[in-house]
């Protein structure tokens, strides 16, 4: 990169907004905090010569050139920092040669670095036969509403790409589906708890037996009992990646059930996966189901799971049928639908190319199990900073990327920019 200080100098102003999603204020649909960073993008855009569109707050566009439309998004806005930070979240900190702060890989480091690419191609004076429309979103982490408004407000491009995923390059993200089962009424047990969000392998589970327990039955599923509370412990791992953890409900239903309630189904089907629901799979991956987070509604407990589905596998018609067939009540709300560009399209080879000369590697494109803003446009690609070698720290305490691999993403977003360009 050319002017790496004046990057650095760009990112730590972006990064002093903890912009987390507040309060809706005039302008700022998703707070100050937000649309402070949105406004500090859009200086910077303008700084460097660009014109620029706020659109209202819920997000910005950056455009040069003409010709056929190739767009790039990414967002501003950031999850809560947490605890246990070993520098402080909202500013920019560099040591060891690595860069710290919330939002330096997701995802407003990769932002950046697509805009000073963007910029090195208009000042280098070749000539561009695209329109490149780069959109910096702040409603990611929370909802996609500003994508959503987005659409409302412009049409978006046809191909395109999303700093704001996997490297080499990704084609292909699941379909994201919530299903919530109800629980039959329970005759010995109450306070049924346990999972911290719906996207993430329940790690701590509990209940509470109002007749004493079976000491047999709790060692025989590795459960812990005190003062008439049972305990589950298992092992947290993203909801797409259920393998990846250890789900403390299941025992929790397997000893339940043991003791006479109305589990066993539940168990069976939903954390024994007896009809092999989970083992569907097709050149896109495999299906997958984690049983999260357990609430209490007006007395009655709702069991909620990750469903992700496999592109082309379509829910209603592939998936739904699977789950009918154990016969028990559910309800499904859809997030995101499959998704899938053709591993052979122009804009897949084009970003894979970038990659592999920049690297010296021959890798091929990826499939993804999240979903990212790579879905705005029709064939949308996601395209970096996670290099497949790396360690990852997104959405964690001490969020950093290394100098040598932000300005690898750099390098190689740059270079397809320069091919997209001709
Ligand atoms: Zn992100």
Redesign the pocket.
Known sequence: MQNFAEFKKDLAALISFNSVKGERESGAPFGKETAGALGAFIKIAEKMGFKTINYDGYAAEVSYGDGEEIGIIG?LDVVPAGGGWSVPPFSLTEKNETLYGRGVC??KGPLLAALYALNELKNSGIKCNKKFRLFAGTN?ETGWQDLEYLKTKTALPEYGFSP?GNFPVSYSEKGVYILTFPLPELKNFCALTGGTAINAVCAQASVRAKAGTDLKLLAEYGLKEKDGIIESAGKAAHGSAPQNGINAFKALFGYMSGCGEPLYPYYEYLFCDSLGIMKRENEQGNLTFSPDIIEEKDGRYFLSCDCRVPAPMDFVKDVKPLFDETGLEFTFTEKHPPFMVPKDSEIVKKLLGAYNKVTGENLSAVKMGGSTFARAFRQGCSFGFEFPYADNHIHEADERISVELLLKGYEIIKTALFDLAK
């Open positions: 967002h997701d995802d990611e704001d």
